[in-house]
């Protein structure tokens, strides 16, 4: 079955919030207590693309994942180093899914300029019915290496979880490097190379 990733828009939302209030209502996955309306996901998601890459993969039209990025801080210093995030429909699990769309979120902040890149992932002490220790291997397996773990330092479900920061580096470090530019920039440009391309 065919998997298509696209770009992202304020217009998914709802379809978004159907895969993310899962983990929202019945894991340990988001540190997130409520549901958020779809008019402030909507904000999330216009707020990312003002500088950053918001995928969703689509399989027979029907939204069954999604990435993006964001700051990993808020320094000027912090630019080349940006935050990724994954979520899954249930159903789209261990299908190689999540594999293809971090490659082309690594693949457009590569494009960007960004140098680091960091997953915060939380972490069970002992894996339980609200959290497993899964989206850390999947990291490890994508060449992510664990760069710091902070104790206890959330509680959902009356359960405290520890969170482990993981990073993979996806450039060079020179000095003085260029800008990071804005994903939307980036991606105007090759729509254009490419159309240049396409024959009459």
Request: glycine letters at 8%; proline letters at 5%.
């Amino acid at each position: 079955m065919e998997t298509v990733i696209r770009a992202a828009s304020a217009a998914d939302a709802e379809a978004l919030l159907r895969i993310y209030g899962e983990y929202v209502r019945n894991t340990a996955i988001t540190f997130e207590y409520e549901t958020p309306a779809p008019e402030e996901f909507r904000r999330r998601i216009s707020g990312t693309l003002e500088r950053y890459p918001y995928l969703c993969a689509l399989r027979q039209g029907e939204i069954v994942g999604y990435a993006y990025a964001g700051p990993f801080a808020e320094r000027a210093a912090y630019d080349w180093a940006a935050e990724t995030t994954i979520y899954l429909a249930q159903d789209a699990r261990g299908r190689g899914l999540g594999r293809k769309l971090y490659e082309a979120l690594e693949e457009a902040l590569g494009a960007m300029g960004v140098l680091n890149l960091y997953a915060k992932i939380a972490y069970p002490r002992t894996e339980d019915e609200y959290l497993t220790k899964n989206s850390a291997e999947f990291h490890r397996h994508l060449g992510y290496q664990t760069a710091g773990r902070f104790a206890a330092c959330g509680c959902k479900f009356g359960r405290w979880y520890d969170m482990v920061c993981m990073e993979k580096l996806i450039g060079r470090h020179v000095e003085n490097p260029p800008p990071v530019r804005p994903w939307r920039e980036v991606r105007q440009a090759k729509e254009a190379k490419e159309a240049v391309k396409r024959p009459e």
